[in-house]
């Protein structure tokens, strides 16, 4: 049997605060070309998860500690779907090809992922064109705009 217990996701919050990305994992899946991958993400206010897709899976996302918005958009980045694990929603599901983002609500958060594997790293493709890359400024405003953004909105930062 595997387990995550409390003082599991204590420590992942702290390396996760300790890490320059804002972000850890721990996987339950045994490697990586596992075909469930299944993994608990600390996630610090800070991280940036740039709007992204998965071509060839879904993504199922539940909160173990902390809120996160999570946002779902259409190809030009208006948003079709928005959610707050852990404040109004426990649960979501991601579609396939959903063109998604998550923001981390409070510090010590903790959310559990399940998706189809196995993992393929990102490529530029993957990522929303309208979206800035970690390394630009412009991400930060990105992410204050995802706290508040609403079903209808387009994030005003980029046309």
């Known amino acids: 049997m595997k387990t ?9 919050s702290a390396e996760a605060r300790r890490s320059p990305r ?4 721990l996987n339950l899946h045994a490697d990586l070309a596992d075909p469930v991958q299944r993994l608990a993400i600390a996630m610090e206010p800070g991280t940036y998860i740039r709007p992204h897709h998965h071509g060839q899976t879904w993504e199922v996302l539940t909160p173990l500690r902390g809120r996160f918005v999570v946002l779902i958009f259409d190809d030009s980045g208006v948003v079709v779907g928005r959610a707050v694990l852990g404040e109004d929603a ?8 959903g063109w998604h983002a998550v923001l981390s609500l409070d510090a010590g958060g903790v959310i559990f ?24 400024d412009a991400h930060g405003g990105l992410m204050r705009w995802f ?3 609403a079903v209808g909105e387009r994030w005003p930062g980029r046309a």
């Not at 804002?22 to 994992?25: D, S």
């Not at 426990?90 to 090809?97: L, M």
């Not at 393929?120 to 929303?128: G, I, L, N, Q, V």
């Open 113 to 136: 992922e399940v998706k189809c594997g196995p993992y393929a790293p990102f490529k530029e493709e993957d990522f929303a064109s309208w979206s800035p890359a970690a390394e630009e």
């Open 22 to 25: 804002q972000r850890m994992n």
């Open 90 to 97: 426990c649960v979501v599901e991601i579609p396939v090809g």
């Open 4 to 12: 995550i217990a409390y003082d599991d996701l204590a420590t992942l």
């Open 147 to 149: 706290r508040t953004a």
